[in-house]
């Protein structure tokens, strides 16, 4: 087993604190909750905000990441939001009331697989590099090449997380915008 220090723990529980933050998220997403454009626009940007300074320190630990692993990076998260909107726009469940506001909930499936990809990506993380969770050069010099490939890995599964959030509020903003205009001119979505 490995022995963690503790940044590593501290590192593991914040991350632990962001994985129950998303599951309760989605969780209540599952349910239902009420439309509002700024928090489907804060959670992709927080995300992808975390996402940058992962990959900027990526960079630190990997220093042949650049430009290969992060433009392979970059490319899982357009390519997943590509492919995962048009999923999300159909999982998506919109009830609109008279007065213009209403609540959306997506599919079940859709939330799982979100939270299950954070969820696998901190595992690996624990399991095999958890320095990596850990902000800033490890002391020694650079981690051995098999830890920068599970480093690789991890930054390749976070990649796939963010570009789902990103499809996530986009297939929803997209769903509530036809169900808005399919509200004005008659008919109900």
């Known amino acids: 087993m490995t022995d963690y220090n503790s940044a590593e ?3 593991i529980f914040i991350q632990l604190l962001i994985v129950l933050i998303v599951a309760r998220r989605s969780y209540f997403m599952a349910q239902g909750v009420p439309y ?23 960079t630190l ?5 650049l430009p290969y692993l992060i433009a392979l990076d970059v490319s899982i998260v357009v ?3 590509l492919v995962f909107t048009p999923v999300a726009e159909r999982m998506t469940q919109v009830t609109r ?3 213009g506001g209403g609540s959306y909930r997506i599919g079940f499936a859709l939330a799982a697989l979100f939270v299950g990809a954070f969820i696998v990506r901190l595992a690996v993380a624990v399991a095999l590099f958890p320095s990596s969770l850990e902000f800033g050069t490890p002391p020694g010099g650079y981690p051995p ?3 920068q490939l599970v480093l690789a890995v ?3 599964i976070f990649s796939l997380s963010a570009g789902l959030v990103l499809a996530r509020s986009i297939g929803i903003r997209r769903k509530w915008k036809s169900a ?3 509200a004005r001119s008659g008919g109900i979505q």
Do not use: H
């Not at 630990?61 to 990441?65: E, I, K, N």
């Open 79 to 81: 390519v997943t939001a």
């Open 97 to 99: 009331d008279p007065s």
């Open 61 to 65: 630990l990997t220093p042949w990441a």
């Open 145 to 147: 090449v098999q830890q």
């Open 36 to 58: 509002s454009g700024a928090r489907l626009a804060v959670l992709p940007a927080l995300i992808l905000v975390l996402w940058t300074v992962v990959e900027l320190e990526s």
């Open 9 to 11: 723990f501290t590192a």
């Open 180 to 182: 808005q205009l399919g």
């Open 154 to 156: 991890i930054d390749a």
